[in-house]
């Protein structure tokens, strides 16, 4: 069976400073991985996705992820962080066709 | 193009009752599945439907039923209500396999409040 973790529940970071977002899965064969966004009380919203090839992948909003074999990860980073990336971010991965998440990490952003 | 629907958006049932949860998949889509997400929690996979059948099933009791119409929309049914079964219920859809892989495309979500 297929599961994800999330180690770190909740993350300030400084508006204009990097962030990155940790996320283990495991699953026996190769793995189908997502990071989607959630602001509050809204459904969720894909960032990026990785299927195969190229480790590592461009979502949208200026994220990017690297998936590492490896190390069983696959984070999610971006450079410069704006107020309206505050939000709660699910990493997920895809196991015959349906989604496993993580608990999430809460994102805070401070001016 | 309308994305994945859902209704109602909020809804706030009693202890012991039932409910019915509405989803239109996005256009071109044939496949809905169906999660919970409590409080503070990542989405949990309840369902999934494909070709008006149940094709999977996560880890939830019978009383959590499910539906597609030959239109492809989904109905997600909770008989005899628990408190635990607040939270909010998403509906994801996806486009046949033989065009793409598997992406799932969510709809903004129904709250269900159970008193």
């Known amino acids: 069976a297929q599961s994800v973790t999330q180690p770190d529940i909740h993350i300030t970071v400084s508006e204009g400073a990097s962030l990155e977002l940790r996320c283990n899965y495991s699953?026996?064969?190769?793995?189908?991985l997502f990071w989607y966004v959630q602001s509050p009380g809204q459904g969720l919203q894909l960032l990026l996705k990785?299927?195969?090839?190229?480790?590592l992948v461009q979502g949208i909003k200026g994220f990017e992820a690297e998936f590492k074999r490896s190390q069983s990860s696959f984070n999610l980073r971006k450079p410069s962080v704006h107020w309206s990336d505050a939000a709660e971010y699910f990493c997920?991965?895809?196991?015959?066709?349906?989604?496993?998440f993580g608990a999430g990490t809460t994102v805070t952003v401070r001016a | 193009d309308a994305g994945v629907t859902q209704s109602p958006t909020h809804l706030i049932k009693t202890r012991g009752q039932q409910v019915t949860l509405r989803c239109s998949p996005k256009?071109?889509?044939?496949?809905v599945s169906w999660y919970q997400q409590a409080l503070g929690q990542g989405p949990q996979f309840i369902f999934q439907?494909?070709?008006?059948?149940?094709?999977q099933r996560g880890n939830f009791p019978d009383r959590f039923s499910g539906h597609q119409f030959p239109n492809y929309s989904s109905e997600l049914n909770v008989n005899a209500l628990l408190l635990g079964d607040s939270a909010l219920y998403l509906c994801?859809?996806?486009?046949?396999?033989?065009?793409?892989?598997?992406?799932?495309?969510f709809g903004p979500g129904t709250r269900l409040t159970v008193l």
């Open positions: 994801a859809s996806s486009p046949p396999r033989f065009r793409s892989y598997n992406e799932q495309f």
């Open positions: 699953y026996g064969a190769t793995p189908y």
């Open positions: 990785y299927f195969s090839g190229d480790t």
């Open positions: 997920a991965v895809d196991g015959d066709y349906k989604l496993s």
């Open positions: 256009s071109g889509h044939d496949t």
């Open positions: 439907y494909y070709e008006e059948e149940e094709r």
